[in-house]
C-alpha cells in the first residue's frame, strides 16, 4: 500500500541505515521531545467505555485550555489526522476548496476524497467556496494573523468552511496570545479550528485532538466520528494534563530554551534557517537531501520532504547529549563539504 511521506517510522529509517533502533535520535516528528507526566492508568480505565461525563470534563479542560470563547463549541476526536479527514464531508461533494500551499500534505488527498477540486496560489483564492490554512504552518512556521483574517473575510459568503489547521499551536498557559485567533475569528460560522494535544504534550500516541467552531458544524462532526472516538485513558489523559497549566507554563520555557539552542546549532553550520515553531526549525538549503543521509548514516533522522527538496525539518532534542550528537554531526558534515 503506498503511503504519504511523513515524520516518524524511526525504527524502519535505522534498520535501512544499519543502526539498532534504540539508538536512533528521532528529530523528524516535530513532538515535543519530553512527555506530561502522567499517573499510573488505572485497570478500570482501561475496562470501561468512554463516559459522557469523563468526554464532558475533557472539553471543559480543553475550552479552557485553548481559550476558546463561550459562543463556540467544541468536540474531541482521535488525533487532528483524524479530525481533518472528516472536515470535508461537511459539504456536499463538488466544492472548490483553496489551500494554502506548501503545507501538511494530508489536506490535499483529505478534500480530494470527499469530492472536493483542490486549488492553489493567492491569485486563486477568489474562485473557491472553501479554504485551508495550516497555522503554524507545517514545516515552514509561518504564521500571518492578517493574512488569516482577510481569507476568513473573503470566504465568509461562499457556503463553504475555512478549516485552520492549528496542530501546532499550544494552550494559553504556554503562549498568552494562543486564543487571539480564536477571539477574532469567533464572529465567522463558517471556520473551524483544530488543536493538536498530543504535540505539545509530547503524547501523539495517546491520539487526542480538538475540533472548535459553530454548534451547527461541531454536531456535524460529532456524527461523522461517531460514538466513542476518543479512549477512556485519552480522556482521562487529556483532563489533566489539559488542567495542568502550571506544567504547561514550565514545559513551554523547556521548549523555547531548546528551541533557542537548536537554532544556534543550525546557524553555527551556516545553515539558512526557514522558520519554525518551539517545536521544529526548518532550513532551506539545495542539500537538503545530502544532509538528510548524512544524519541518517550517524542515526539522526530528519524530516525531508521529495514536493519540497531544498527543506529539511529538525525536530527538538531533549537534552545535552542529543544536541551533542547532533552538533557534531552537523560539523562532520560541513568539514567533508569543505574538502
Not at 506548501?102 to 490535499?108: A, D, L, V
Request: a neutral charge; proline letters at 5%.
Amino acid at each position: 500500500m503506498s503511503r504519504r511521506e511523513h515524520g516518524g517510522n524511526s525504527d524502519q529509517a535505522a534498520a535501512h541505515f544499519g543502526h539498532d533502533a534504540n539508538n536512533m535520535l528521532d528529530l523528524s516528528t516535530g513532538i515535543s521531545p519530553r512527555a506530561y507526566p502522567t499517573a499510573d492508568v488505572t485497570a478500570q480505565s482501561w475496562n470501561q467505555l468512554p463516559s459522557h461525563s469523563q468526554l464532558d470534563t475533557c472539553l471543559a479542560a480543553a475550552r479552557r485550555a485553548y481559550d476558546v470563547p463561550e459562543q463556540l463549541g467544541i468536540m474531541a476526536g482521535a488525533g487532528t489526522q483524524s479530525l481533518l479527514q472528516f472536515i470535508p464531508s461537511l459539504l456536499p461533494r463538488g466544492g472548490m476548496v483553496w489551500i494554502d500551499e506548501p503545507t501538511y500534505n494530508e489536506h490535499r488527498p483529505a478534500w480530494e476524497a470527499a469530492g472536493h477540486q483542490v486549488i492553489t496560489g493567492d491569485a486563486n483564492l477568489g474562485k473557491a467556496q472553501s479554504a485551508v490554512i495550516v497555522a503554524p504552518n507545517n514545516p515552514t512556521g509561518k504564521f500571518v494573523h492578517d493574512a488569516i483574517m482577510a481569507t476568513a473575510k473573503q470566504t465568509a459568503a461562499t457556503g463553504g468552511i475555512m478549516l485552520i489547521d492549528g496542530a501546532f499551536a499550544i494552550p494559553a498557559a504556554a503562549d498568552p496570545a494562543a486564543g487571539d485567533l480564536l477571539d477574532a475569528l469567533a464572529a465567522f460560522p463558517h471556520v473551524v479550528h483544530i488543536r493538536s494535544f498530543g504535540k505539545f504534550f509530547g503524547m501523539a500516541g495517546l491520539r487526542l485532538g480538538f475540533a472548535i467552531g459553530a454548534a451547527v458544524h461541531m454536531d456535524q462532526l460529532q456524527r461523522c466520528v461517531g460514538p466513542w472516538a476518543v479512549s477512556s485513558v485519552a480522556l482521562d489523559i487529556g483532563s489533566t494534563a489539559l488542567n495542568d497549566t502550571e506544567w504547561q507554563a514550565q514545559h513551554s520555557q523547556f521548549l523555547r530554551e531548546q528551541t533557542e539552542q537548536l537554532q544556534m546549532v543550525l546557524t553555527r553550520a551556516n545553515l539558512k534557517i526557514l522558520g519554525g515553531t518551539t517545536l521544529f526549525q526548518t532550513i532551506q538549503t539545495s542539500r537538503a537531501n545530502h544532509l538528510h543521509d548524512h544524519l541518517a548514516k550517524a542515526a539522526i533522522w530528519t524530516r525531508k520532504f521529495s514536493q519540497m527538496p531544498d527543506l529539511l525539518r529538525f525536530g527538538v532534542p531533549a537534552n545535552a547529549a542529543d544536541f551533542t550528537r547532533l552538533s557534531e554531526s552537523l560539523n562532520n558534515w560541513r568539514h567533508k563539504a569543505n574538502q
